[in-house]
């Protein structure tokens, strides 16, 4: 019954930005642990960023400085501002939760960067 689902992806020139939206639904345990994930084709998934319910962060060497993820615990929604974006940052971002009883991913939006 657990949900989480996506949004904001899409295409964007290098440099530009964007800010993705992952709302959480469905669970009776405290979403405790969110991010995001993302993934390139023929390449495996690799964290990207992710919040606790406090509010702390943890990012990727490679996105440190240019992207933002935070949330709103009132509403189970963690959100991803990303700025001066690359091209390598093309992929597939995944939302993830975790609560004490288990792990949660959702659909998957695709975030394509031209050079």
């Known amino acids: 019954q657990v949900q989480l689902v996506e949004s904001g992806g899409g295409w964007v020139q290098a440099g530009g930005s964007l800010r993705l939206s992952c709302t959480a639904s469905?669970?009776?345990?405290?979403?405790?642990?969110m991010g995001w994930y993302r993934q390139a084709p023929g390449k495996q998934r690799d964290l990207v960023a992710m919040?606790?319910?406090?509010?702390?962060?943890n990012y990727a060497d490679s996105v440190k400085g240019r992207f933002t993820c935070s949330r709103d615990n009132a509403k189970n929604t963690v959100y991803l501002q990303m700025n001066s974006l690359e091209p390598e940052d093309t992929g597939v971002y995944y939302c993830?939760?975790?609560?004490?009883?288990?792990?949660?991913w959702g659909q998957g939006t695709q975030v394509t960067v031209s050079s």
């Open positions: 919040v606790n319910s406090g509010g702390s962060t």
């Open positions: 993830h939760a975790r609560t004490i009883v288990g792990n949660y």
């Open positions: 469905g669970s009776i345990f405290s979403f405790n642990v």
